[in-house]
């Protein structure tokens, strides 16, 4: 099992809309969770970190379930500028592993 | 924006010719990483270093060596290039290591022909 594993999608959403998707890693041991956002020929931008259960910054939500080893991001009122892909981190100590990415398009 | 520098940001070389990239730092973080990214892999870490003179292997090592002589600077070498290292070649920093966000370069367009 790869350490962090995404669905690469396309997920192709309608503006508005809300998307959710999911992250599963396999360190027990990771304590703190990220998720980057990475547009196209662009280094990727921290979106939000998540320390314990969830995290909230405005039409974003992060959720952990540690019991399921999981994390997911939901997207409320989707607008085009959302369009990315976004990357999932579980750190194994000081090693930084992403996962593939999950690759979002807005549709107008 | 943190103040990461990568040089080249773009280069094209032949095939068993040795390459080195230069990742600058202005913040005096502890914790560099080199990571490349190729389509349907996403981002897989090369080397990272922890302090000067400390390295380790990331996933995907073979092929490529570091150095970091000093916080500011973290270099990475291929000894002698071949086609699959071409790739696009990020830089990221950390302050305190897997714990803490990680601040990206503007990334190094690297072709081996």
């Known amino acids: 099992r790869k350490e962090v594993e995404q669905d690469p999608g396309p997920f192709n959403v309608p503006e508005g809309a809300t998307v959710a998707f999911n992250c599963t890693y396999s360190n027990s041991a990771s304590q703190s969770f990220f998720w980057y956002r990475q547009d196209c020929r662009k280094e990727p931008k921290l979106l939000m970190s998540v320390y314990s259960s969830g995290n909230e910054d405005g039409r974003f939500t992060a959720q952990l379930n540690r019991a399921s080893q999981y994390i997911s991001l939901l997207i409320r009122d989707s607008k085009l500028s959302d369009s990315a892909t976004y990357l999932c981190?579980?750190?194994?100590?000081?090693?930084?592993?992403f996962g593939k990415g999950t690759r979002l398009h807005i549709l107008p | 924006d943190a103040g990461i520098t990568q040089s080249p940001r773009h280069k094209v070389t032949e095939t068993g010719t040795p390459v080195t990239l230069r990742c600058h730092q202005t913040e005096n973080h502890r914790y560099m990483y080199w990571y490349r990214q190729d389509p349907g892999h996403g981002l897989r870490l090369i080397h990272y270093s922890y302090g000067v003179k400390d390295t380790d292997k990331g996933e995907v090592s073979d092929g490529y060596s570091v150095s970091r002589s000093k916080t500011e600077d973290f270099l990475l070498t291929l000894e002698s290039a071949t086609s699959s290292q071409t790739s696009v070649y990020f830089c990221?920093?950390?302050?305190?290591?897997?714990?803490?966000?990680?601040?990206f370069g503007s990334g190094t367009q690297l072709s081996v022909l």
């Open positions: 981190v579980a750190p194994r100590d000081d090693k930084i592993i």
């Open positions: 990221a920093i950390s302050e305190t290591g897997g714990d803490e966000k990680l601040f």
